[in-house]
Nanobody, 121 residues
């Protein structure tokens, strides 16, 4: 059974860069044709898609976050990483990694449990 697990600091200071890693087990991030995504949910709000990296290493970002977001991968470790720069309290959210079969109205069939990120000095 494919599993995803987020890891990273739960507390980040304003203006710093948030870095989260998603470790995938029992499945490869290079398997055709999946999109490995980052999604977040601020308190009291809905899910927000942030971006994705494909099985071949191509990246896609939300237009609203593109200037601050970078997604990369380490195929040897079967991990993909989110970096979000210049964080503010508006970036407080539960961050999830997930597997999808595309972009837009894609189906997400596996999710990590989520990790809470707080931005505070």
């Amino acid at each position: 059974q494919l599993q995803l697990q987020e890891s990273g600091p739960g507390l980040v200071k304003p203006s710093q860069t948030l870095s989260l890693t998603c470790t995938v087990s029992d499945g490869s991030i290079t398997t055709y044709y999946y999109y490995w995504s980052w999604i977040r949910q601020p308190p009291g709000k809905g899910l927000e898609w942030m971006g994705a990296i494909t099985y071949s290493g191509n990246t896609y970002y939300s237009p609203s976050l593109k200037s601050r977001t970078s997604i990369s991968r380490d195929t040897s470790e079967n991990q993909f990483t989110l970096q979000l720069s210049s964080v503010t309290p508006e970036d407080i959210a539960v961050y999830y990694c997930a597997r999808a079969n595309g972009l837009g109205d894609a189906e997400y069939d596996h999710w990590g449990q989520g990790t809470q990120v707080t931005v505070s000095s």
